[in-house]
């Protein structure tokens, strides 16, 4: 099965309808890794869509908060602000929806060794960020697991755990470049996988900015669950309208 792996839309429906409209031959389904909400001028609509195409969906810290499950202390002064607006604008229907989902899912559920699905570090869910190979050995050591889809960090990246069959263990990292390919089938091999944020990437060269409106980056994966190959993949779109909104509401 082609599986379409997203994370952290964050309200930008033009990125998030991007994706789907250049991945529609390339996907039999849609892992949602949380984060459907916040930053972005479009939240009820990024919600709906995500519930209509999504085979499952996580919630982020940010939806969360949305709905009204856990406080927004701990967020920066920037998440705040966009979380104040959501809420101003969110219909109670979203909002009980995203008071519903859940941080952490194993998929398929019933299988003997089920991928884990996680918004943030699987150790903590809602609020581990997984950056470095320090960080991936914490969420190696804090949660069983053979493959973990990872949101919540904004950057596109892999750590594997190699387990050879001579000598000790290592661990490697490194940044997801769009076409990037990993083979996660048939090894010892432990990998913690990230697609990146459709929304707003973090990484220094697609980072959203006011010069760069017109020619704007989304990320994704997409995984084949039978060949067990994930790709790092990447389209460019136009976020001029969205970011123009995004100035009006006062959320850039």
């Not at 008071?99 to 150790?123: C, F, N, Q, W």
């Not at 990292?173 to 990230?194: A, Q």
């Amino acid at each position: 099965m082609r599986i379409l792996i997203i994370s952290d839309i964050h309200a930008n429906l033009a990125a998030f309808t991007a994706v789907l409209n250049r991945t529609r031959d390339d996907r039999d389904w849609i892992l949602c890794l949380g984060d459907l909400v916040g930053y972005g001028p479009d939240p009820n609509e990024c919600v709906e869509l995500a519930a209509e195409v999504s085979a499952l969906i996580l919630g982020g810290n940010h939806d969360l908060a949305a709905g009204g499950i856990i406080t927004a202390r701990d967020f920066s002064s920037h998440a705040k602000k966009s979380l104040k607006w959501t809420g101003s604008v969110l219909s109670a229907a979203n909002r009980a929806y995203l008071s519903r989902l859940e941080p952490r899912h194993k998929y398929p559920p019933k299988a003997p060794d089920p991928i884990l699905l996680s918004h943030g570090g699987p150790e903590d869910p809602l609020w581990s960020y997984v950056f470095s190979e320090a960080d991936a050995e914490s969420a190696f050591s804090g949660a069983g697991f053979s493959r973990c889809f990872f949101g919540h960090s904004h950057l596109p990246s892999v750590f594997i755990r190699h387990t050879p069959e001579d000598g000790p263990p290592r661990l490697t990292g490194c940044y997801g470049p769009p076409d990037m390919t990993v083979e996660t089938g048939g090894r010892n091999d432990r990998f913690l996988l990230n697609p990146g944020s459709v929304g707003f990437p973090r990484n220094i060269d697609e980072a959203p900015s006011w010069e760069g409106r017109f020619h704007a980056v989304s990320r994704y994966a997409l995984f084949d669950s039978k060949t067990g190959l994930w790709q790092f993949k990447g389209i460019e779109y136009d976020m001029g309208d969205t970011m123009e909104r995004m100035v009006e509401f006062g959320l850039w």
